[in-house]
């Protein structure tokens, strides 16, 4: 049967309203998503040097969806310094390129039990002044999940993403196994809903960090989804049409070669990189042409960072806008 619907989607967990009666999935579906986000203008880097202090970090790779498919790949965090020195122009300017490609099935197990299974490929590209930082950083790994779906919608679960996040060389001790574990429930019936989680990796600092959030309906085409690590406000005019204005913090770790910069400080072999890009913008969709939902947002990269922690050092960039495209295919 088909019918109208709307998803409401957040880092944890996605809401799905119908109209006139509920939908009936099938037990296999899948979904193959494309994105790219680009940096527009050039940014200026900052080398940070500092002493290990308390951390407010992410839940990373925060993917849940309703059950027609696979989700989405979000994460949260902000971190704390002591203390800074500007860099005087050693590490110049630099932009960023993101492209990520997943693809993933759902399978019913028995009851309200899901298993979800797919694979994501991600990579971040990086142009500008030759100063010794990754000129790229990439993952690929798998997506496993087993979810548990009330009402069309996955009020718990756990998932793993094992595999490689390296820069250029995949070996043994560049393999990682992000995790979360989640659950959501109303706070009042059919109009505010909480949801809490607990996530971490191997490679993640601190390696076991807490997240949560709620949503809030005020209409049925208005509401808050305030839900870290992608909080944002969205509006449906229509069931083809939606905006937002939205807050992304990505965070993830990568295993790198050899990093050789101008600063004494941030010169290192096989270390790690906690990469995190914070941004603020707005997003439209138009899910007109089925199977496809495609997105174009644009705004602002508050700060990125590629913070080498147990180097005690990392290099930031001062504020630039960015572009994204996205284009999703439901099977």
């Not at 407010?56 to 902000?78: E, P, Y």
């Not at 110049?92 to 039990?113: C, E, M, P, Q, V």
């Not at 790994?141 to 756990?158: F, N, R, S």
Request: aromatic share 14%; with cysteine.
């Amino acid at each position: 049967m088909k019918t109208k619907s709307r998803a409401f989607n957040h880092g944890f967990l996605r809401i799905t309203s119908c109209q006139n009666t509920l939908i009936r999935y099938t037990d296999l579906d899948a979904r193959v998503r494309f994105n790219v986000v680009r940096t527009l203008t050039y940014e200026k880097y900052t080398i940070v040097l500092y002493e290990p202090v308390s951390r407010c970090c992410r839940l990373r790779h925060c993917r849940h969806g309703d059950i027609r498919g696979a989700t989405f790949a979000h994460s949260a965090g902000r971190k704390l310094t002591r203390s800074f020195y500007d860099d005087h122009g050693k590490f110049g300017n630099g932009d960023s390129l993101y492209n990520d490609f997943s693809y993933a099935h759902r399978f019913l197990i028995t009851g309200k039990w899901y298993f979800r299974a797919g694979v994501e490929y991600e990579r971040f590209d990086f142009d500008g002044t030759n100063n010794g930082l990754p000129d790229h950083l990439q993952t690929i790994h798998a997506l496993l999940a087993l979810e548990y779906v009330v009402h069309d919608h996955a009020g718990a679960g756990i998932e793993i993403d094992p595999g490689p996040y390296f820069q250029n060389n995949v070996t043994g001790d560049s393999i990682d196994i992000p995790w979360k574990v989640f659950v959501s429930f109303p706070l009042k019936k059919d109009k505010i809903f909480g949801v809490i989680g607990l996530g971490g990796s191997l490679y993640q600092n601190p390696i076991v960090a807490p997240g949560g959030g709620l949503i809030w309906l005020f209409t049925d085409k208005f509401r808050l989804e305030g839900v870290f690590p992608k909080p944002a406000l969205v509006y449906n005019p229509t069931d083809d049409w939606e905006f937002r204005i939205l807050g992304n913090l990505f965070y993830e770790s990568y295993r790198t070669d050899d990093v050789i910069t101008p600063e004494r400080k941030l010169q290192v072999h096989n270390a790690i990189v906690q990469y995190s890009e914070d941004r603020v913008g707005v997003l439209a969709k138009y899910s007109g042409f089925k199977p496809f939902n495609i997105k174009l947002g644009g705004g602002c990269t508050v700060k990125r960072d590629f913070d080498f922690f147990r180097a005690e050092a990392s290099a930031k960039t001062r504020p630039a806008p960015y572009v994204q495209v996205e284009i999703e295919a439901r099977f």
